[in-house]
């Protein structure tokens, strides 16, 4: 798929073509691993893969992994520590699992584990990792967070190689879970015009001069699209119509499926919710650029899918130094 860029001065006027298979959130699924699903229950295969030198182990202490010299650390089985064990697949010839530790007994200095958003920078440098990593850590989190049955309150054992939790009084299963949540870009105006502008809004728990496309969780019983427009009322009080599909993101942070949409709004008034939101502003092209570079704004540049909406809408690779 191609899309229509902005010209150099990025003041709406098309001057290119870009793909969006060029756009900063796709790299991250680009080297998609093989799950092996169909061997999570062979005890003999796993047994004999991680018997083999070849294998590969991520060793993820609670949900943190460890980065050292600005490589995320992998190691063989027979140096991996005691913890439950999790079958991520196959990538590049190899089989790939997964040891998820108490944070406690991690090995090597305490400052080396970092969150997966620390590991980020290091995965726009290069990203095949980047799936085995999101995997990896959206079970571990998953783990930590579902212990014991909703149903009897007795503890779970993991099984299927870590895809599966069992209650060990009365036998129900637990799935990992997944949220889906909607990130939109809303515009108003003729596209690909000098006047065309671009919702951004500011949590209240960011510094000033941070905004990002809004986002917000599915609920129950609601259409994705119907996620976009009520939440954009909800947190600006400006309405919108037209809502069209980007593109979608898996976000372990730390469950959630990040969905893309684009909007037009149909109002311009802003209202903001001032919980969630504490500032909302419309912003053409040329403003972001100016406020950008002049660093009064900073908006995502990095792999996320929220910063491939933005440059897709800008037509370029966003402005200014910070990198988010």
Sequence with gaps: MWVLTADSLGLGQVASL????DLPHVALSAH???RLGLHRTDAEWLASRWADPATRVLVVAGSRLRVVDRAV????????PEGTTVLLGEAAGAVH???IIDPGIAPGRREEWVPLRAVLPVLTEDPAEAPLLFHAVGLAEWHFATRFCPRCAAPLESVAAGHELRCTACGRSQFPRTDPAVI??????????DDERVLLGRNASWPEGRFSSLAGFCEPGETLEDAVRREVREETGVTVAEVTWFGNQPWPLPASLMLAFTGRAVTTDIDVDGSEIEEARWFTRAELRQDAEAGLVRVPRSVSISSSLLEHWFGEPLPGSSAW
């Design 18 to 21: 870009w793909r969006v298979a």
């Design 97 to 99: 699992f997964a040891q």
């Design 184 to 193: 939109m870009a809303v515009t108003y105006g003729e596209p690909g015009s």
């Design 32 to 34: 998609a691993h093989n």
């Design 73 to 80: 650390s992998w190691v063989a089985p027979e140096d991996a």
